[in-house]
Protein backbone atom coordinates (compact mmCIF):
# COMPACT_ATOMS: atom_id res chain seq x y z
CA UNK A 1 0.00 0.00 0.00
CA UNK A 2 2.84 2.40 1.00
CA UNK A 3 4.83 1.81 -2.26
CA UNK A 4 1.16 2.28 -4.45
CA UNK A 5 1.09 5.76 -2.73
CA UNK A 6 3.93 6.80 -3.13
CA UNK A 7 4.14 5.74 -7.14
CA UNK A 8 0.79 7.66 -7.60
CA UNK A 9 1.55 10.73 -5.57
CA UNK A 10 5.27 10.95 -7.92
CA UNK A 11 2.75 10.36 -10.71
CA UNK A 12 1.19 13.19 -9.61
CA UNK A 13 4.04 15.31 -9.25
CA UNK A 14 5.81 14.19 -12.51
CA UNK A 15 2.07 16.01 -14.48
CA UNK A 16 2.28 19.22 -11.93
CA UNK A 17 6.22 19.36 -13.28
CA UNK A 18 4.92 19.00 -16.61
CA UNK A 19 2.12 21.22 -16.56
CA UNK A 20 4.08 24.02 -14.70
CA UNK A 21 7.13 24.09 -17.57
CA UNK A 22 4.73 24.53 -20.33
CA UNK A 23 2.97 27.23 -18.36
CA UNK A 24 6.28 28.55 -18.02
CA UNK A 25 8.28 27.73 -21.04
CA UNK A 26 5.01 28.52 -23.53
CA UNK A 27 4.65 32.38 -22.03
CA UNK A 28 8.03 33.44 -21.34
CA UNK A 29 8.71 32.61 -25.12
CA UNK A 30 5.65 34.95 -26.55
CA UNK A 31 6.86 37.70 -24.32
CA UNK A 32 10.51 37.17 -25.71
CA UNK A 33 9.84 36.72 -28.95
CA UNK A 34 6.66 38.88 -29.07
CA UNK A 35 8.30 42.43 -27.69
CA UNK A 36 8.84 45.08 -29.99
CA UNK A 37 7.15 42.99 -33.00
CA UNK A 38 7.27 45.45 -35.44
CA UNK A 39 11.07 45.42 -35.54
CA UNK A 40 13.02 44.80 -37.77
CA UNK A 41 11.55 46.23 -40.56
CA UNK A 42 9.95 44.46 -42.90
CA UNK A 43 11.74 42.50 -44.87
CA UNK A 44 11.34 42.10 -48.73
CA UNK A 45 11.42 37.88 -48.68
CA UNK A 46 9.28 38.10 -45.87
CA UNK A 47 6.97 40.07 -47.58
CA UNK A 48 7.32 38.53 -50.79
CA UNK A 49 5.91 35.35 -49.18
CA UNK A 50 3.14 36.70 -48.35
CA UNK A 51 1.85 39.36 -50.76
CA UNK A 52 0.02 36.47 -52.78
CA UNK A 53 -1.61 36.44 -49.53
CA UNK A 54 -2.92 39.96 -49.47
CA UNK A 55 -3.98 39.41 -52.83
CA UNK A 56 -6.36 36.63 -52.10
CA UNK A 57 -7.93 38.37 -49.40
CA UNK A 58 -8.30 42.01 -50.98
CA UNK A 59 -9.28 40.17 -54.39
CA UNK A 60 -6.39 41.35 -56.51
CA UNK A 61 -4.86 39.87 -59.31
CA UNK A 62 -2.64 37.20 -57.70
CA UNK A 63 1.35 37.19 -59.12
CA UNK A 64 2.18 33.85 -59.67
CA UNK A 65 5.88 32.66 -60.00
CA UNK A 66 6.14 31.60 -63.63
CA UNK A 67 2.00 31.30 -64.07
CA UNK A 68 2.08 28.49 -61.90
CA UNK A 69 -1.46 27.68 -60.30
CA UNK A 70 -4.40 26.04 -59.65
CA UNK A 71 -7.45 27.31 -60.50
CA UNK A 72 -10.18 26.73 -58.31
CA UNK A 73 -13.98 28.59 -57.48
CA UNK A 74 -12.79 31.97 -59.38
CA UNK A 75 -9.50 32.24 -57.44
CA UNK A 76 -5.52 31.71 -58.55
CA UNK A 77 -4.13 29.57 -56.19
CA UNK A 78 -0.05 30.36 -56.13
CA UNK A 79 1.51 26.73 -55.91
CA UNK A 80 5.55 28.10 -55.26
CA UNK A 81 7.01 31.96 -54.34
CA UNK A 82 10.14 30.79 -55.32
CA UNK A 83 11.32 27.84 -57.48
CA UNK A 84 12.79 26.24 -54.59
CA UNK A 85 10.03 27.56 -52.05
CA UNK A 86 6.97 26.97 -51.32
CA UNK A 87 3.53 28.33 -50.13
CA UNK A 88 3.39 26.96 -46.64
CA UNK A 89 3.52 30.41 -45.08
CA UNK A 90 1.14 32.17 -47.72
CA UNK A 91 -1.87 30.31 -46.64
CA UNK A 92 -0.89 29.72 -42.97
CA UNK A 93 -0.48 34.10 -42.55
CA UNK A 94 -4.55 33.74 -44.59
CA UNK A 95 -5.85 33.72 -41.60
CA UNK A 96 -4.10 36.03 -39.55
CA UNK A 97 -4.18 38.54 -41.81
CA UNK A 98 -7.86 38.12 -42.78
CA UNK A 99 -8.92 38.50 -39.45
CA UNK A 100 -6.08 41.30 -37.44
CA UNK A 101 -5.86 43.02 -40.98
CA UNK A 102 -3.20 43.20 -43.65
CA UNK A 103 -0.28 44.62 -41.41
CA UNK A 104 3.01 43.45 -40.09
CA UNK A 105 1.83 42.65 -36.65
CA UNK A 106 -0.76 40.09 -38.22
CA UNK A 107 2.07 38.70 -40.03
CA UNK A 108 4.83 38.20 -37.32
CA UNK A 109 2.07 36.97 -35.11
CA UNK A 110 1.34 33.93 -37.40
CA UNK A 111 4.82 32.99 -37.56
CA UNK A 112 5.10 33.40 -33.55
CA UNK A 113 2.24 30.83 -33.47
CA UNK A 114 3.30 28.53 -35.76
CA UNK A 115 6.79 28.20 -33.51
CA UNK A 116 4.37 27.27 -30.76
CA UNK A 117 3.52 24.33 -32.52
CA UNK A 118 7.01 23.73 -33.36
CA UNK A 119 7.58 24.00 -29.38
CA UNK A 120 4.64 21.81 -28.69
CA UNK A 121 5.77 19.01 -31.09
CA UNK A 122 9.27 18.86 -29.87
CA UNK A 123 7.90 18.75 -26.04
CA UNK A 124 5.73 15.44 -27.51
CA UNK A 125 8.59 13.90 -29.92
CA UNK A 126 11.24 14.26 -26.76
CA UNK A 127 9.15 12.96 -24.25
CA UNK A 128 8.06 9.98 -25.89
CA UNK A 129 11.90 8.76 -27.09
CA UNK A 130 13.56 9.89 -23.99
CA UNK A 131 10.95 10.89 -21.57
CA UNK A 132 9.50 14.06 -19.45
CA UNK A 133 12.39 15.69 -17.59
CA UNK A 134 14.40 15.42 -21.31
CA UNK A 135 11.52 17.14 -22.83
CA UNK A 136 11.21 19.86 -20.38
CA UNK A 137 14.96 20.92 -20.48
CA UNK A 138 14.90 21.07 -24.19
CA UNK A 139 11.31 23.19 -24.13
CA UNK A 140 12.46 25.17 -21.55
CA UNK A 141 15.99 25.94 -23.51
CA UNK A 142 14.35 26.65 -27.23
CA UNK A 143 11.66 29.32 -25.46
CA UNK A 144 14.76 31.33 -24.70
CA UNK A 145 17.05 30.45 -27.32
CA UNK A 146 18.17 33.64 -29.22
CA UNK A 147 18.46 31.77 -32.31
CA UNK A 148 14.84 30.25 -32.22
CA UNK A 149 13.15 33.67 -30.79
CA UNK A 150 14.51 35.91 -33.29
CA UNK A 151 14.12 33.51 -36.69
CA UNK A 152 10.46 32.64 -35.02
CA UNK A 153 10.08 36.77 -35.25
CA UNK A 154 10.41 36.69 -39.33
CA UNK A 155 9.96 32.71 -39.85
CA UNK A 156 8.46 33.57 -42.90
CA UNK A 157 12.14 34.95 -44.31
CA UNK A 158 13.54 31.78 -43.00
CA UNK A 159 11.08 29.35 -43.86
CA UNK A 160 10.57 28.30 -39.74
CA UNK A 161 7.43 25.88 -41.10
CA UNK A 162 10.23 23.45 -42.62
CA UNK A 163 10.98 23.10 -38.12
CA UNK A 164 7.61 22.67 -37.65
CA UNK A 165 7.19 19.93 -40.57
CA UNK A 166 10.64 18.16 -39.40
CA UNK A 167 9.42 18.25 -35.56
CA UNK A 168 5.97 16.89 -36.09
CA UNK A 169 7.40 14.34 -38.23
CA UNK A 170 9.73 13.05 -35.32
CA UNK A 171 6.65 13.22 -33.23
CA UNK A 172 4.35 11.28 -35.46
CA UNK A 173 7.09 8.28 -36.22
CA UNK A 174 7.64 8.01 -32.31
CA UNK A 175 4.02 7.34 -32.03
CA UNK A 176 3.96 5.05 -34.24
CA UNK A 177 7.38 2.95 -32.78
CA UNK A 178 5.59 3.59 -29.35
CA UNK A 179 1.69 2.88 -30.12
CA UNK A 180 2.20 1.26 -33.29
CA UNK A 181 -0.57 3.09 -34.71
CA UNK A 182 -1.05 3.39 -38.78
CA UNK A 183 -1.49 7.36 -38.73
CA UNK A 184 1.83 8.05 -37.22
CA UNK A 185 3.12 6.48 -40.16
CA UNK A 186 1.33 8.67 -42.57
CA UNK A 187 1.47 11.42 -41.06
CA UNK A 188 5.12 12.13 -40.69
CA UNK A 189 5.52 10.89 -44.43
CA UNK A 190 2.91 13.60 -44.88
CA UNK A 191 4.70 16.29 -43.08
CA UNK A 192 8.19 14.69 -44.62
CA UNK A 193 6.38 15.63 -48.09
CA UNK A 194 5.11 18.84 -47.00
CA UNK A 195 8.67 19.96 -45.57
CA UNK A 196 10.22 19.58 -49.07
CA UNK A 197 7.52 21.67 -50.59
CA UNK A 198 8.25 24.17 -47.92
CA UNK A 199 11.84 24.49 -49.04
CA UNK A 200 14.06 22.19 -50.98
CA UNK A 201 16.88 22.86 -48.38
CA UNK A 202 14.64 20.81 -46.23
CA UNK A 203 16.02 17.81 -47.90
CA UNK A 204 18.54 17.66 -45.52
CA UNK A 205 16.41 16.69 -43.09
CA UNK A 206 15.01 13.06 -44.27
CA UNK A 207 18.33 12.11 -45.59
CA UNK A 208 19.74 12.72 -42.05
CA UNK A 209 16.37 10.77 -40.46
CA UNK A 210 16.98 7.83 -43.20
CA UNK A 211 20.28 7.25 -42.19
CA UNK A 212 20.68 8.11 -38.63
CA UNK A 213 17.73 5.22 -38.77
CA UNK A 214 20.04 3.19 -41.08
CA UNK A 215 22.68 3.45 -38.61
CA UNK A 216 20.86 2.21 -36.02
CA UNK A 217 18.94 -0.81 -37.63
CA UNK A 218 22.91 -2.00 -38.61
CA UNK A 219 23.80 -1.46 -34.72
CA UNK A 220 21.11 -3.41 -33.95
CA UNK A 221 19.79 -1.10 -31.39
CA UNK A 222 16.45 -1.25 -28.91
CA UNK A 223 15.09 2.12 -31.12
CA UNK A 224 13.37 -0.11 -33.72
CA UNK A 225 10.93 1.99 -35.65
CA UNK A 226 9.84 -1.63 -36.97
CA UNK A 227 10.80 -0.92 -40.89
CA UNK A 228 11.45 -4.42 -41.05
CA UNK A 229 7.92 -5.10 -40.88
CA UNK A 230 6.39 -6.31 -44.52
CA UNK A 231 3.30 -4.64 -44.22
CA UNK A 232 2.99 -3.12 -47.90
CA UNK A 233 -0.12 -1.79 -47.16
CA UNK A 234 0.79 0.74 -44.72
CA UNK A 235 3.62 1.42 -46.37
CA UNK A 236 2.14 2.17 -49.49
CA UNK A 237 -0.13 4.51 -47.49
CA UNK A 238 3.24 5.86 -46.47
CA UNK A 239 4.27 6.46 -49.60
CA UNK A 240 0.87 7.94 -50.72
CA UNK A 241 0.86 10.84 -48.03
CA UNK A 242 4.63 11.54 -48.53
CA UNK A 243 3.41 12.45 -52.47
CA UNK A 244 0.46 14.24 -50.99
CA UNK A 245 2.99 16.30 -49.09
CA UNK A 246 4.56 17.07 -51.79
CA UNK A 247 1.95 17.69 -54.16
CA UNK A 248 2.63 21.65 -54.47
CA UNK A 249 5.97 21.18 -55.47
CA UNK A 250 5.27 18.14 -58.19
CA UNK A 251 2.38 20.16 -59.46
CA UNK A 252 4.75 23.20 -59.93
CA UNK A 253 7.31 21.13 -61.55
CA UNK A 254 5.20 19.57 -63.54
CA UNK A 255 3.23 22.89 -64.85
CA UNK A 256 6.79 24.55 -65.35
CA UNK A 257 10.29 22.40 -64.62
CA UNK A 258 11.32 25.46 -62.64
CA UNK A 259 12.82 23.26 -59.62
CA UNK A 260 14.54 21.39 -61.77
CA UNK A 261 15.60 24.17 -64.14
CA UNK A 262 16.74 25.80 -60.94
CA UNK A 263 19.10 22.62 -59.67
CA UNK A 264 20.51 22.05 -63.28
CA UNK A 265 21.83 25.56 -63.21
CA UNK A 266 23.03 25.77 -59.93
CA UNK A 267 24.97 22.27 -59.34
CA UNK A 268 28.66 23.38 -59.51
CA UNK A 269 27.83 27.28 -58.75
CA UNK A 270 25.27 29.02 -57.71
CA UNK A 271 23.34 32.06 -58.18
CA UNK A 272 24.93 33.77 -55.49
CA UNK A 273 28.45 32.39 -56.41
CA UNK A 274 29.09 29.96 -54.39
CA UNK A 275 31.71 26.93 -55.87
CA UNK A 276 30.00 23.84 -54.58
CA UNK A 277 32.73 22.16 -55.77
CA UNK A 278 34.87 23.83 -53.53
CA UNK A 279 33.25 21.54 -50.43
CA UNK A 280 35.65 21.50 -47.71
CA UNK A 281 36.04 25.29 -48.04
CA UNK A 282 32.40 25.69 -48.07
CA UNK A 283 32.25 23.47 -44.79
CA UNK A 284 34.50 25.36 -42.90
CA UNK A 285 32.50 28.70 -43.55
CA UNK A 286 29.55 26.64 -42.19
CA UNK A 287 31.73 25.43 -39.19
CA UNK A 288 31.08 29.38 -38.50
CA UNK A 289 27.68 29.25 -38.30
CA UNK A 290 27.62 26.80 -36.75
CA UNK A 291 29.18 28.17 -33.92
CA UNK A 292 27.21 31.49 -34.17
CA UNK A 293 24.17 29.15 -33.98
CA UNK A 294 25.19 27.92 -30.47
CA UNK A 295 26.37 31.53 -28.94
CA UNK A 296 23.45 33.43 -30.59
CA UNK A 297 25.96 35.46 -32.73
CA UNK A 298 23.97 35.51 -36.07
CA UNK A 299 22.17 38.89 -35.56
CA UNK A 300 24.06 41.92 -36.54
CA UNK A 301 21.07 43.34 -38.44
CA UNK A 302 19.49 44.07 -34.92
CA UNK A 303 21.63 46.77 -33.87
CA UNK A 304 24.55 44.93 -32.35
CA UNK A 305 26.16 41.47 -32.14
CA UNK A 306 26.08 39.49 -28.50
CA UNK A 307 27.19 35.90 -27.96
CA UNK A 308 26.47 33.53 -25.21
CA UNK A 309 29.43 31.84 -23.83
CA UNK A 310 27.48 29.57 -21.04
CA UNK A 311 25.19 27.60 -23.79
CA UNK A 312 27.94 26.09 -26.57
CA UNK A 313 30.39 25.07 -23.59
CA UNK A 314 27.30 23.29 -22.04
CA UNK A 315 26.40 21.93 -25.92
CA UNK A 316 29.89 20.18 -26.27
CA UNK A 317 30.50 19.25 -23.02
CA UNK A 318 26.98 17.23 -23.18
CA UNK A 319 28.44 15.84 -26.57
CA UNK A 320 31.48 14.53 -25.20
CA UNK A 321 29.47 13.32 -22.33
CA UNK A 322 27.04 11.57 -24.95
CA UNK A 323 29.67 10.29 -26.93
CA UNK A 324 31.97 8.59 -23.90
CA UNK A 325 29.10 6.93 -22.65
CA UNK A 326 27.18 5.52 -25.74
CA UNK A 327 29.76 4.48 -27.54
CA UNK A 328 31.82 2.31 -25.04
CA UNK A 329 31.40 -1.08 -25.54
CA UNK A 330 28.66 -2.30 -23.38
CA UNK A 331 27.05 0.47 -22.33
CA UNK A 332 24.32 1.07 -20.22
CA UNK A 333 23.15 4.28 -21.65
CA UNK A 334 20.43 4.03 -24.69
CA UNK A 335 22.19 4.42 -28.39
CA UNK A 336 19.01 6.71 -29.32
CA UNK A 337 20.68 9.22 -27.25
CA UNK A 338 22.79 9.86 -29.86
CA UNK A 339 20.09 10.68 -31.96
CA UNK A 340 20.33 14.60 -32.02
CA UNK A 341 24.12 14.48 -32.84
CA UNK A 342 23.25 12.25 -35.57
CA UNK A 343 20.85 14.54 -36.95
CA UNK A 344 22.91 17.53 -36.63
CA UNK A 345 26.12 16.26 -37.83
CA UNK A 346 24.68 14.84 -41.30
CA UNK A 347 22.68 18.10 -41.53
CA UNK A 348 26.48 19.96 -41.71
CA UNK A 349 27.65 17.85 -43.99
CA UNK A 350 24.44 18.07 -46.40
CA UNK A 351 25.12 21.51 -45.94
CA UNK A 352 28.22 21.83 -47.73
CA UNK A 353 26.34 22.38 -51.27
CA UNK A 354 23.84 24.91 -52.26
CA UNK A 355 21.66 26.48 -55.21
CA UNK A 356 21.71 29.66 -53.67
CA UNK A 357 23.96 31.05 -50.96
CA UNK A 358 25.80 29.90 -47.71
CA UNK A 359 24.01 31.90 -45.38
CA UNK A 360 23.68 31.26 -41.57
CA UNK A 361 20.13 30.70 -41.03
CA UNK A 362 19.39 27.79 -42.89
CA UNK A 363 20.64 26.07 -39.98
CA UNK A 364 17.65 26.72 -38.06
CA UNK A 365 16.90 23.30 -39.36
CA UNK A 366 19.14 22.23 -36.46
CA UNK A 367 17.02 23.48 -33.88
CA UNK A 368 16.10 21.96 -31.39
CA UNK A 369 19.00 20.00 -31.37
CA UNK A 370 21.63 21.69 -29.52
CA UNK A 371 19.04 21.81 -26.59
CA UNK A 372 18.05 18.67 -26.70
CA UNK A 373 21.88 17.48 -26.57
CA UNK A 374 22.18 20.00 -23.39
CA UNK A 375 18.99 17.79 -21.67
CA UNK A 376 20.40 14.62 -22.94
CA UNK A 377 23.93 15.14 -20.78
CA UNK A 378 22.41 16.45 -18.02
CA UNK A 379 19.63 13.57 -18.06
CA UNK A 380 22.98 11.06 -18.07
CA UNK A 381 24.49 12.82 -15.09
CA UNK A 382 21.02 12.86 -12.78
CA UNK A 383 21.67 8.94 -13.40
CA UNK A 384 24.83 8.68 -12.23
CA UNK A 385 25.52 11.42 -10.11
CA UNK A 386 24.92 10.39 -5.91
CA UNK A 387 23.14 11.40 -4.25
CA UNK A 388 19.57 11.87 -6.05
CA UNK A 389 19.24 15.39 -4.27
CA UNK A 390 22.46 16.35 -5.20
CA UNK A 391 22.31 15.39 -8.69
CA UNK A 392 18.66 16.98 -8.82
CA UNK A 393 20.01 20.10 -7.78
CA UNK A 394 22.97 20.23 -9.79
CA UNK A 395 20.46 19.76 -12.60
CA UNK A 396 18.49 22.48 -11.73
CA UNK A 397 20.97 24.74 -11.01
CA UNK A 398 22.34 24.21 -14.78
CA UNK A 399 19.27 24.93 -16.67
CA UNK A 400 18.88 27.91 -14.47
CA UNK A 401 22.67 28.78 -15.11
CA UNK A 402 22.13 28.45 -18.99
CA UNK A 403 18.45 30.04 -19.12
CA UNK A 404 19.46 33.53 -17.41
CA UNK A 405 22.80 33.37 -19.73
CA UNK A 406 20.05 32.83 -22.94
CA UNK A 407 17.76 35.62 -22.07
CA UNK A 408 20.77 37.74 -21.27
CA UNK A 409 21.49 38.12 -24.82
CA UNK A 410 17.71 38.21 -26.28
CA UNK A 411 17.58 41.24 -23.72
CA UNK A 412 20.53 42.57 -25.27
CA UNK A 413 19.41 42.63 -28.56
CA UNK A 414 16.17 43.63 -27.97
CA UNK A 415 17.59 46.42 -26.47
CA UNK A 416 19.84 47.03 -29.32
CA UNK A 417 16.85 46.38 -32.17
CA UNK A 418 15.09 49.46 -30.25
CA UNK A 419 17.64 51.83 -30.65
CA UNK A 420 18.70 50.59 -34.73
CA UNK A 421 15.13 49.80 -35.78
CA UNK A 422 17.35 47.42 -38.10
CA UNK A 423 20.21 47.90 -40.02
CA UNK A 424 20.54 47.60 -44.30
CA UNK A 425 17.72 45.61 -45.59
CA UNK A 426 15.77 44.71 -42.40
CA UNK A 427 15.85 48.68 -41.33
CA UNK A 428 12.34 49.98 -40.30
CA UNK A 429 12.73 52.63 -42.54
CA UNK A 430 10.70 51.07 -45.13
CA UNK A 431 7.91 51.90 -43.48
CA UNK A 432 8.68 55.89 -43.83
CA UNK A 433 9.55 54.86 -47.59
CA UNK A 434 6.10 53.05 -48.02
CA UNK A 435 4.30 55.89 -46.47
CA UNK A 436 6.13 58.37 -48.09
CA UNK A 437 4.82 56.21 -51.97
CA UNK A 438 1.70 56.03 -50.44
CA UNK A 439 1.24 59.66 -50.20
CA UNK A 440 2.66 60.61 -53.35
CA UNK A 441 0.46 58.25 -55.59
CA UNK A 442 2.95 58.16 -58.35
CA UNK A 443 3.92 54.63 -60.56
CA UNK A 444 6.87 53.40 -58.77
CA UNK A 445 9.74 51.46 -60.82
CA UNK A 446 12.18 49.56 -58.07
CA UNK A 447 15.71 49.97 -59.57
CA UNK A 448 17.12 47.75 -56.92
CA UNK A 449 16.20 44.08 -54.94
CA UNK A 450 14.50 44.45 -51.55
CA UNK A 451 11.45 47.44 -52.48
CA UNK A 452 8.87 46.10 -54.40
CA UNK A 453 7.11 43.65 -52.15
CA UNK A 454 7.89 45.41 -48.78
CA UNK A 455 5.82 48.22 -50.61
CA UNK A 456 3.33 46.65 -51.77
CA UNK A 457 2.46 44.68 -48.55
CA UNK A 458 2.76 47.64 -46.41
CA UNK A 459 0.49 49.49 -48.78
CA UNK A 460 -1.94 46.82 -49.44
CA UNK A 461 -1.46 46.46 -52.93
CA UNK A 462 -1.80 50.33 -53.65
CA UNK A 463 1.42 50.60 -54.93
CA UNK A 464 2.16 48.08 -57.14
CA UNK A 465 5.68 48.71 -57.58
CA UNK A 466 7.51 47.47 -61.03
CA UNK A 467 10.82 45.70 -61.09
CA UNK A 468 13.38 47.02 -63.87
CA UNK A 469 16.92 46.23 -62.16
CA UNK A 470 17.17 42.43 -64.20
CA UNK A 471 17.93 39.55 -62.05
CA UNK A 472 20.35 38.10 -64.53
CA UNK A 473 23.67 39.46 -62.93
CA UNK A 474 24.28 41.09 -59.84
CA UNK A 475 27.27 43.09 -60.83
CA UNK A 476 26.18 44.80 -64.22
CA UNK A 477 22.55 45.60 -65.56
CA UNK A 478 21.91 43.40 -68.61
CA UNK A 479 22.09 44.29 -72.42
CA UNK A 480 18.04 45.01 -72.46
CA UNK A 481 18.39 47.37 -69.36
CA UNK A 482 18.08 50.91 -71.12
CA UNK A 483 14.66 48.95 -73.51
CA UNK A 484 13.04 47.76 -69.97
CA UNK A 485 13.43 51.20 -68.84
CA UNK A 486 12.75 53.58 -71.66
CA UNK A 487 8.81 53.34 -71.82
CA UNK A 488 8.77 54.38 -67.81
CA UNK A 489 10.69 57.88 -68.82
CA UNK A 490 7.51 59.16 -70.88
CA UNK A 491 6.04 59.61 -67.80
CA UNK A 492 7.35 62.42 -65.77
CA UNK A 493 5.45 61.32 -62.63
CA UNK A 494 7.19 57.98 -62.50
CA UNK A 495 9.52 57.78 -59.27
CA UNK A 496 12.73 55.54 -59.49
CA UNK A 497 13.64 53.95 -56.82
CA UNK A 498 17.42 53.19 -55.44
CA UNK A 499 19.21 52.41 -52.55
CA UNK A 500 21.90 54.41 -51.52
CA UNK A 501 24.88 53.00 -52.79
CA UNK A 502 26.37 51.06 -49.73
CA UNK A 503 23.03 49.40 -49.49
CA UNK A 504 22.93 48.49 -53.18
CA UNK A 505 22.51 45.11 -54.13
CA UNK A 506 22.44 45.02 -58.13
CA UNK A 507 25.39 47.11 -59.30
CA UNK A 508 25.69 49.25 -61.61
CA UNK A 509 21.74 50.21 -62.01
CA UNK A 510 21.54 53.65 -60.85
CA UNK A 511 24.72 54.86 -63.39
CA UNK A 512 23.07 53.40 -65.87
CA UNK A 513 19.99 55.10 -65.55
CA UNK A 514 21.67 58.23 -64.76
CA UNK A 515 22.92 58.01 -68.08
CA UNK A 516 20.27 56.84 -69.74
CA UNK A 517 17.99 59.87 -68.70
CA UNK A 518 20.62 62.44 -70.10
CA UNK A 519 20.47 60.76 -73.37
CA UNK A 520 17.29 61.33 -73.70
CA UNK A 521 17.62 65.26 -72.84
CA UNK A 522 16.22 64.92 -69.43
CA UNK A 523 18.07 65.79 -65.74
CA UNK A 524 17.71 63.14 -62.72
CA UNK A 525 16.62 65.42 -60.45
CA UNK A 526 14.01 65.60 -57.44
CA UNK A 527 15.31 63.13 -54.78
CA UNK A 528 14.34 62.35 -51.54
CA UNK A 529 16.59 60.54 -49.40
CA UNK A 530 14.80 58.20 -46.52
CA UNK A 531 17.53 57.27 -43.61
CA UNK A 532 17.64 54.78 -40.96
CA UNK A 533 17.68 55.39 -37.52
CA UNK A 534 21.44 56.17 -37.67
CA UNK A 535 20.96 58.53 -39.84
CA UNK A 536 22.97 56.50 -42.78
CA UNK A 537 21.26 56.61 -46.41
CA UNK A 538 19.10 53.97 -47.75
CA UNK A 539 16.53 54.50 -50.23
CA UNK A 540 17.38 56.95 -52.86
CA UNK A 541 13.71 58.27 -54.66
CA UNK A 542 14.63 59.78 -57.80
CA UNK A 543 12.87 61.73 -60.72
CA UNK A 544 13.23 62.64 -64.18
CA UNK A 545 12.40 66.27 -64.66
CA UNK A 546 13.66 70.17 -62.70
CA UNK A 547 10.18 69.35 -60.28
CA UNK A 548 10.85 68.48 -57.03
CA UNK A 549 9.41 65.59 -55.19
CA UNK A 550 9.63 66.86 -52.09
Same mark, same amino acid.
Given at each position: ??????????????????????????????????????????????????????????????????????? &?? =???????????????????????????? &??????????????????????????? *?? =????????????? /??? @????????????????????????????????? +??????? @???????????????????????? !????????????????????????????????? *? +??????????????????????????????????????????????????? +????? %?? =??????????????????????????????? #???????????????????????????????????? #?? *???????? !???????????????????????? /???????????????? @??????????? %???????????????????? &???? /?????????????????? @???????????????????????? !???????? /??????????????????????????????????????????????
Amino acid at each position: MRSSAVLILSRISSKRLERGVILLALPLFLALASHQLMLPGLNYDEAFDVVPAMQLLLDQPVELLRGSGLH &IA =GHTLPLMVMDYKGVIHTYWALFFLWALG &INVFALRLSCLFLSLLTMALTYRFVRQ *LY =GPWAAAVTLLLLA /VNP @SFIFWSRQGVLWTTAMLTCGMGALAAFASWRRE +GRAWGLI @SGAFLLGLGLSAKLSFLWFPVALA !ISVALHQVANCKWNLKLGTHNLQLYSLGLLALL *L +GLLPLLLYNLQTGGTVDVLLRNLRTSYYGVNNLAYLSNLRLRWDHLRALLD +GSNFW %YL =GSIHHDPVFPLAFWVSTAIILACCLRPRSPQ #PRRFLFPLLMMALMVLQSGATVSGLWPEHYLLLLPF #PQ *LTIALGLE !ILRRHLSPRWLAACLSTLALALLM /VSQIRVDLLYHRGLAR @SGGFSAHSDAI %YELARYLDRKGRPIVAMDWG &IKAS /VQFLTQGRINTVERFGFQ @SLDHPSANFAAEVASYLENRDTCY !IFHAPAET /VYKGRREAFEELVRQRGLTPDGKRIIYDRSTRPLFVVMGVDERSLQ
